[in-house]
């Protein structure tokens, strides 16, 4: 079977990222890495890429007047370096139904809850507000709602009475870091049939 290629979409510091393109690296998962691709010029992300020999994009949502322009141009330097999976790791914009539609069934969001409890931004924060004994995070497809798409892996972290965002936020990613290159790893080996609103992992 072909190598799939996989590139990325970050916001950040690009810890999920790193974690996969080292597993790609190091053969771990059978795959080829593609480009980074970023709407922040900021993101660390953008500069660990070069260190895997991969390139990386700053695609500035500012130069374009619509989201889906900005997204045209994402879906160029995607298709220029012949991407079959991207990864959204750490993303923070909300990728649009034109997107989704391009490249439906081969993108994939880590979301530090456990879906579909707390979607949306700050996860962590949502879970320690209401109380929740247990969160954890989410690996799944990303479709055209607000982390409403198939799930792949989660895993579940306890919440004490002593956690702090810090450290529930330490304890979710350690987690991410874990279940986002396993679902990575089973797209490139072609084991993620979507049926229906689920996953199954051949
Ligand atoms: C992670 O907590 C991820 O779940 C969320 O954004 C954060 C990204 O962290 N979507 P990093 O940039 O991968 O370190």
Request: with cysteine; hydrophobic share 45%; aromatic share 8%.
């Amino acid at each position: 079977m072909k190598k799939k290629v996989v590139s990325f979409l970050v916001s950040g510091r690009g810890s999920n990222f790193t974690v996969v393109a080292k597993k790609i690296i190091s053969g771990e998962i059978d795959a080829r890495l593609g480009v980074v691709i970023s709407d922040n010029g900021k993101a660390k992300a953008l500069e660990i890429a070069p260190d895997f020999g991969m390139g990386s994009f700053f695609v500035d949502p500012a130069l374009y007047s619509s989201r889906k322009d900005h997204e045209i141009a994402m879906e160029k330097l995607l298709n220029e370096h012949r991407t079959d999976l991207v990864v959204a790791a750490g993303y923070m914009r909300i990728l649009s139904p034109y997107f989704v539609g391009k490249f439906r069934g081969r993108i994939i969001n880590i979301h530090p809850a456990l879906l579909p409890s707390f979607p949306g931004a700050e996860a962590q924060n949502q879970a320690l507000k209401y109380g929740v004994k247990i969160t954890g995070c989410t690996a799944h497809f990303i479709d055209e709602g607000t982390d409403t798409g198939p799930i792949i892996l989660q895993a579940a972290v306890h919440i004490h009475e002593e956690d702090t965002l810090t450290s529930l936020s330490v304890k979710i990613l350690r987690e991410e870091h874990r279940i986002l290159p396993l679902a990575v790893k089973y797209f490139c080996e072609g084991r993620l049939k979507i049926v229906g609103k689920s996953v199954v992992i051949k």
